[in-house]
């Protein structure tokens, strides 16, 4: 199971215990993929499809809760949600399903209904908490976080841009820099970064899920740092044997050329140390020499030696 699809298992599985925050959460759900159709006679009925059945069963579970409500609910097609199977809910009651729609405000006293597709009604959304709910609710109709082993990226898709702006503005209620890009015939909501994306679930209250996140971020931070240092020590190495060479190769050119033995003391014995402990860095290489001698001395004298094997 992909980590966007336990996310959404957790958030099904939630319910406000305020019927404010069940109606913004059932409008988000309305809007993204609920329509609604009339009759010959100008009753009303509701209807809401989606591939994914925890946005029915959360649908189903909020119509209950919030209007004693029991939908029909339906599948077409074969296999589970991942392979295109869809699942519908259906409000048929002219009354039931007018109840519905007057309480997450499309439609109207007097009977005039507003497009699902529009932003849902502010009057929602004015409580932090109804905020929360709205947010949950649309990424769980149209939403998805990639998997944090290998990228940050949380989006909500939207129909309209008013849509999306009012679901950017929720966000951003939260402090959370939330931005909108087109995509095809849609606009996405998206936020980056692990930051974000721990926010976001904090957002949406999916906290088993934000302990995932930060268990992977931790992880993640580790094995970036292993990673880091193993570099840093691998290209230590590369640059200390390549040092080692080049010395090792000024000094056999003395030998074969005036001989050691016409190099000062202090030089001589450093180019015999250096030939007999050809692996070690320069600070354990002084350690060899009688007396000791630091890091910075012995690369003075290593730097005289090939001054003197570039002379000849």
Known sequence: MSFSQEIKEELAGQMSPARHCQLAELAALVGACGTYGIRSDRSVYLLLQSENILVIRKAARLLRRAFRIQPEVSAYGNGDWRKGRLYTLAVLDPEAAGQVLKAVKYLSQSGVLRELSLPANGLLLQQ???????????????????????????????GTPERAEQVRDAIRSFEVDAKIVPRKKSWVVYVKESDGIADMLNVMEAHRGLMNLENIRILRGISGHVNRSVNCETANLNKTVSASVEQIRDIEKIQKTIGLGSLPDSLREMAEVRLEYPDLPLKELGEHLNPPVGKSGVNHRLRKIRTIAEEL
């Not at 929360?132 to 998997?147: K, N, P, Q, V």
């Open 128 to 158: 932090t908490c109804c905020r929360r709910a709205f947010i949950r609710g649309c990424f769980l109709a149209s939403g998805s976080i990639s998997d944090p082993r290998k990228s940050y990226h949380f989006e909500i898709v939207c």
